[in-house]
C-alpha cells in the first residue's frame, strides 16, 4: 500500500516537471522538484551524508496531505533528490504526515514524526485527531512504517500535539512535542530505551495565551556552548514595536535542561531570523561538534508566485550556531564559499546623494561588504539589488540612521510581495558588516558576523539584474566591496 502510494507520488511530480516554470526557480537552494514543501524535517547524518527531508505535496503546489520529501548531500551544497520517503497510507497517517525528526540507531536510520487525521472537514482544526509515529529504514532510502509509539496525549484534552523531536541524552531517546492545550502552548517531554516505547515525562515548559502564544510549533532544544537553548515556531504573538511582524514567529529562549524534564529559561525571548520568511527551523548535530540550522524559508498564507509555475517553497540556507549570552548567532555555514565563482572587487568609496550602478551583475550572487558609519552623513545608505533597468523593481537593504536600523525593503521586490523589516544597530556602533546572498527568489542577510539575520523571498522579474549602492541626502561610505557569482546548482 505505501509503496504503491508512493509510485503514484513519484508519477505525479514526474507528469509536472515539464510544466514546471523556472523563472523564480532557486539556484544553490533547496527546493523540491516539482509541488509544494514546507517544514525541514528529520535532519540527520547517516552514513557519512546529510539527509535532509521536508513536508511535500507532490500533486500540487498547495499545500495538502503531507509527505515527506528527501535529498541528501556530502558537503552541504551539492543535494541529490532522493525518492519521496513517507505517504501517508495508513488510517492514523491517512490525513498526512506531519514534521518530526530522524535518529541513527544501530545503523538503521528512523523516523518519527505525526500523523494526521482530520475528523471533521478537511481543513477543521478544531476537529483532528494527532498520534506519533515511527518508521525505519536500513538504506536510508525505503521506509517501513512502524506503527504509531503514542496514541494520546498526557492531557485527553489536547487535539494538537505534534512535531517529535528525538534526541540522545544520558543514554536515552527524549522526545520534545509540542501542544496546545486550550488555548495555552506546551512543551510537552517524553523518554524511551528503544524508540518504540515511551514513557511521558514531564511539561518542560508551561506558557499563557498571553504573551506566549496559542501553540509552539517544530520545538527543537540542544545544548549549545554551555546552555540550553529551547528553539521553537510560536503561533499568536502580537507584534510589538519592530518585531514579530510575521503572521507566525521563529524564535528561542536559552535556558536550562535538567534530568527531570523541567526547562528553566534564563534568557530573553528572541526572535531568531528578522526577515519575512523564516519559519520552522530545527538543527542538527554536525559529526564535526556544529549546531547547523535550517528553515523553511516562507511563511504560511504569504504570497507564492512560484505556485503558477506548479511548485513552491524553500529551505533557507544552512547556517552555523554559536551563543553570545542569551542571545544566537547564525553564520552561513563555511561549506558554502564553494558555491563562489568569479569575484569582483568594488571600489566605491563614496556615494553623496545618488546610485551608482555596480559593476557585477545577476541573480545569483554574494556580496562581503561593510557600510562605515562613522564616515557617513547620508539619511540612509545602502545598495539596491535586484534591479530593473526602468528602476520599477529593487529591493533595498540600507542604513537608516534616524532610526538608527537595517532595513530590508521588499515594497518593489517583484510579483506579491511587500513590507519591511529591518534590524537595530547600536548607538555606538561604527560599521556594519555585511554578507548577502541572493538568489532568483530570495535574500539572506547576515548582519556583524550573524548577530542577525534577515531571509525573505523576492520575485523579481528575471531580467532584473542590476544592483547599486545608493545614498540619500548626504554621502554614504562603502569602502571596498567584494561580490561573487554564485554556482547555479538548479538543485
Ligand atoms: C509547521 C507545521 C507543523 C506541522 C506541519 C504540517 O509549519 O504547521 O506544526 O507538523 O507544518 O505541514
Redesign the pocket.
Known amino acids: 500500500m505505501h509503496a504503491a502510494l508512493l509510485d503514484e507520488a513519484h508519477r505525479a511530480i514526474e507528469k509536472k516537471l515539464p510544466e514546471r516554470g523556472n523563472d523564480y526557480r532557486l539556484g544553490y537552494h533547496l527546493s523540491p522538484p516539482a509541488g509544494w514543501m514546507?517544514?525541514p524535517n528529520g535532519l540527520v547524518f547517516f552514513r557519512g551524508e546529510y539527509h535532509m527531508f521536508y513536508?511535500h505535496h507532490p500533486y500540487s503546489a498547495q499545500?495538502g496531505p503531507?509527505h515527506w520529501g528527501h535529498a541528501k548531500s556530502r558537503d552541504l551544497v551539492h543535494w541529490e533528490h532522493l525518492p519521496i520517503a513517507l505517504a501517508p497510507s495508513e488510517p492514523y497517517d491517512r490525513d498526512?504526515c506531519?514534521?518530526g525528526s530522524a535518529v541513527v540507531a544501530d545503523d538503521t536510520l528512523y523516523l518519527i514524526y505525526?500523523g494526521h487525521q482530520w475528523l471533521g472537514e478537511t481543513r477543521n482544526d478544531e476537529q483532528i485527531r494527532q498520534v506519533q509515529c515511527l518508521a525505519s529504514s536500513a538504506d536510508g532510502i525505503t521506509f517501513t512504517k512502524q506503527g504509531v509509539v503514542l496514541q494520546t496525549p498526557p492531557d485527553p484534552s489536547i487535539m494538537h500535539w505534534?512535531?517529535p523531536k528525538v534526541w540522545r541524552r544520558d543514554g536515552q531517546w527524549w522526545m520534545a512535542l509540542?501542544a496546545r492545550q486550550g488555548d495555552d502552548p506546551q512543551l510537552l517531554l517524553y523518554r524511551s530505551a528503544d524508540l518504540h516505547h515511551w514513557e511521558y515525562l514531564s511539561c518542560a515548559l508551561q506558557g499563557r495565551r498571553e504573551p506566549d502564544g496559542y501553540m509552539w510549533?517544530?520545538p527543537d532544544i540542544f545544548e549549545l556552548d554551555g546552555c540550553d537553548v529551547f528553539l521553537y515556531?510560536p503561533q499568536g504573538l502580537k507584534p510589538c514595536g519592530y518585531d514579530n511582524w510575521n503572521l507566525y514567529q521563529n524564535s528561542y529562549r536559552t535556558g536550562r535542561l535538567d534530568d527531570s524534564g523541567q526547562f528553566t529559561p534564563c534568557g530573553e525571548l528572541h526572535e531568531l531570523d528578522h526577515g519575512h520568511d523564516f519559519?520552522?527551523a530545527q538543527t542538527l548535530l554536525a559529526p564535526d561538534g556544529r549546531r547547523l540550522l535550517w528553515a523553511?524559508m516562507d511563511m504560511?498564507e504569504s504570497p507564492m508566485p512560484s505556485q503558477a509555475q506548479h511548485w513552491c517553497g524553500a529551505l533557507s540556507l544552512p547556517r552555523e550556531l554559536s551563543r553570545d549570552g542569551d542571545r544566537l548567532r547564525m553564520r552561513p555555514a563555511r561549506e558554502l564559499t564553494a558555491l563562489r565563482q568569479s569575484q569582483t572587487l568594488l571600489q566605491i568609496d563614496e556615494v553623496a546623494s545618488t546610485s551608482h550602478v555596480l559593476d557585477v551583475q545577476g541573480a545569483l550572487l554574494e556580496f562581503e561588504l561593510e557600510l562605515d558609519l562613522a564616515g557617513s552623513s547620508a539619511e540612509r545608505f545602502g545598495l539596491a539589488l535586484r534591479c530593473s533597468e526602468d528602476g520599477r523593481e529593487r529591493t533595498l537593504l540600507y542604513f537608516d540612521a534616524m532610526a538608527r536600523r537595517l532595513v530590508l525593503d521588499r515594497q518593489y521586490s517583484g510579483a506579491g510581495v511587500s513590507g519591511v523589516r529591518s534590524v537595530p544597530i547600536a548607538p555606538g556602533q561604527t560599521r556594519i558588516a555585511l554578507r548577502v546572498f541572493l538568489d532568483r527568489s530570495s535574500i539572506e542577510v547576515f548582519v556583524d558576523d550573524g548577530a542577525y539575520t534577515l531571509s525573505s523571498r523576492i520575485y523579481p522579474r528575471p531580467d532584473s539584474l542590476l544592483a547599486s549602492a545608493f545614498a540619500v541626502n548626504g554621502t554614504g561610505c562603502f569602502g571596498s566591496m567584494s561580490a561573487w557569482r554564485l554556482a547555479d546548482l538548479q538543485i
Request: hydrophobic share 30%; with cysteine; charged share 20%.
Open positions: 514546507n517544514d513536508q499545500w503531507m498526512g506531519f514534521s505525526t505534534r512535531d509540542g510549533e517544530c515556531s519559519y520552522a523553511w504560511w
